[in-house]
């Protein structure tokens, strides 16, 4: 059986970048909080404990403490708030998503209803809509366009998730354009999440089964399956090695690997060695 692993398996980018800062900061000896968890994976979180920092769910006494940020971003009052509680801030906020918050900023201050298409609750698209004076509209799903609110929209500026899916993306785009007079679409769909996209529509159709490894609670994780899914209809999703059951494979020749942004790269190897000594 042969093992074929999506060369964008893994941790993308920013992770890798915030977790390298974390990491870092945390050898500085100073008290660190972080609001939340680093990245959507169980393990990575627990690594981060380990060496000291605390998730936090609110705002605290910030005096002789860093306060984190994460990859998402956060809202401009958050940075506030937290200077006024003390705090010192070290960003972690990958430079991709800072460069969403800049084009939204630049796009109202030039007059432009900004529209985000993302998930509502995202860290995210909530630190993108923190950036911003106005409300902006969020649109997740091409079923849920608010198409009178969007008609009186005379222009707007369109700003993505970093981890959307391009194809929902597109369909959502093509309403927008259609009901606005003056419409920006800035693709902001980050580089690693669109070779992880191009992957993921070419491996389940070149493998039997199909391996897809995140934390139940990465967002990207579940997009790659979704997609793999809809192509293949022996796609799993798992955490670890013991989610793996070995009828999965019966027949297969080919095993495509792939894993979300926040996996680390031993949870993917460890599986890669549990399949080939199933299959020995
Ligand atoms: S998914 Fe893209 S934007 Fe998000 S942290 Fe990774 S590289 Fe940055």
Redesign the pocket.
């Known amino acids: 059986m042969q093992i074929n692993v999506a060369q964008s398996a893994g941790f993308?980018?920013?992770?890798k970048r915030a977790l390298g800062i974390a990491l870092k900061t945390a050898r500085s000896g100073i008290a660190i909080e972080m609001l939340g968890d680093i990245v959507h994976n169980e393990d990575v979180v627990r690594e981060v404990t380990k060496v000291g920092i605390k998730k936090i769910k609110r705002l605290g006494e910030g005096t002789n403490k860093i306060l984190l940020i994460r990859?998402h971003g956060v809202p401009q009052k958050t940075l506030k708030e937290a200077r006024k509680r003390g705090y010192t801030i070290i960003d972690a906020t990958?430079p991709?998503?800072k460069e969403i918050h800049e084009i939204a900023k630049g796009a109202e201050q030039n007059g432009y209803k900004v529209i985000i298409i993302g998930d509502h609750k995202h860290d995210?698209v909530r630190g993108i809509i923190g950036q911003l004076k106005n409300k902006a509209v969020v649109i997740e799903d091409v079923k849920d366009i608010p198409l009178k609110k969007v008609k009186n929209i005379k222009k707007a500026a369109v700003v993505v998730q970093?981890?959307q899916n391009i194809e929902e993306v597109t369909k959502i785009a093509n309403v927008l354009k259609r009901a606005i007079g003056e419409l920006k679409f800035f693709n902001t769909i980050?580089q690693?999440?669109q070779t992880k996209q191009r992957e993921i529509k070419g491996m389940p159709l070149e493998n039997d089964v199909m391996i897809i490894i995140g934390s139940k609670t990465s967002a990207?994780t579940k997009r790659l399956y979704q997609i793999s899914k809809s192509l293949n209809k022996k796609s799993y999703w798992v955490k670890s090695k013991k989610d793996i059951r070995g009828e999965w494979f019966k027949g297969a020749h080919r095993v495509g690997i792939t894993a979300g942004?926040s996996t680390p790269d031993i949870a993917t190897k460890t599986i890669i060695e549990h399949i080939k000594k199933m299959n020995r």
């Open positions: 993308c980018f920013g992770v990859a990958c991709m998503v995210e970093s981890t980050c690693p999440t990207n942004a």
